[in-house]
């Protein structure tokens, strides 16, 4: 079973956009997904606000900060 997880991003991030079409397919595959806005919460914007997107483990609190291909969130939902 794999992992819930979260990606952080905001509206009009073009990166944050191609994160979300490198994870969304794996939803196919089991992954549960939240898409979080980081202008939703102003500890969000000091935390992510220069390193969206990230994607964040809900289980162990790993991220895994873009740059990020499909094996390599494959592999970091294994650990």
Same mark, same amino acid.
């Not at 794999?2 to 952080?8: A, D, I, Y």
């Not at 939703?40 to 000091?46: F, G, K, L, N, P």
């Not at 809900?58 to 650990?79: K, Y």
């Given at each position: 079973?794999?992992?819930?997880?979260?990606?952080?991003?905001?509206?009009?991030?073009?990166?944050?956009e191609?994160?979300?079409?490198?994870?969304?397919?794996?939803v %196919?595959?089991g992954?549960?997904?939240?898409l979080l806005?980081v202008a939703d919460?102003?500890?969000w914007?000091e %935390?992510?606000?220069?390193r969206?997107?990230?994607?964040?483990r +809900?289980?162990?609190?790993a991220?895994?900060d873009w740059?990020?291909e499909?094996?390599?969130? +494959?592999?970091?939902l294994?650990?």
């Amino acid at each position: 079973m794999l992992p819930e997880c979260q990606l952080f991003g905001t509206l009009g991030c073009h990166l944050c956009e191609q994160a979300e079409a490198v994870v969304m397919p794996l939803v %196919e595959h089991g992954l549960l997904v939240e898409l979080l806005d980081v202008a939703d919460r102003s500890e969000w914007v000091e %935390e992510y606000g220069l390193r969206i997107p990230v994607l964040r483990r +809900v289980d162990t609190g790993a991220e895994l900060d873009w740059p990020f291909e499909t094996e390599q969130v +494959v592999w970091f939902l294994r650990d």
